[in-house]
């Protein structure tokens, strides 16, 4: 299995920028897909952004598309997610989910390992 941690969270001022990242642990970690989800308080969980290890081919919500960029450093086991020109509606625990399949899937429960999530706030 693969341990998910995330951490980069915080408050920040709309038009700002701020990346989050995921640290994983796991002998797999290099076969799974890796994305973003965020939740706002009471929403559904949203899929952001995902990385393929088959290609490396990135996927984003048409939301974030140009402001947000997924990547991932195989050496350091850790994934992240650059968010520039931040928004208030970007508000949301920003969570850190892995599958094992070869393209992208945007649905949460498509996923098998998820983070305890990162808050970030961004202000108006």
């Known amino acids: 299995q693969v341990q998910l941690v995330e951490s980069g969270g915080g408050l920040v001022q709309a038009g700002g920028s701020l990346r989050v990242s995921c640290a994983a642990r796991?002998?797999?970690?290099?076969?799974?897909?890796m994305a973003w989800f965020r939740q706002a308080p009471g929403k559904e969980r949203e899929f952001v952004a995902a990385?393929?290890?088959?290609?490396?081919?990135?996927y984003y919500a048409e939301s974030v598309k140009g402001r947000f960029t997924i990547s991932r450093d195989n050496a350091k086991n850790t994934l992240y997610l650059q968010m520039n020109s931040l928004k208030p509606e970007d508000t949301a625990v920003y969570l850190c989910?892995?599958?094992?399949?070869?393209?992208?899937?945007?649905?949460?429960?498509?996923?098998?390992?998820w983070g305890q999530g990162t808050h970030v706030t961004v202000s108006s």
């Open positions: 989910a892995a599958g094992r399949f070869p393209g992208v899937v945007t649905t949460a429960t498509g996923y098998d390992y």
């Open positions: 796991g002998r797999t970690f290099n076969s799974y897909t």
């Open positions: 990385i393929t290890w088959i290609g490396g081919s990135t």
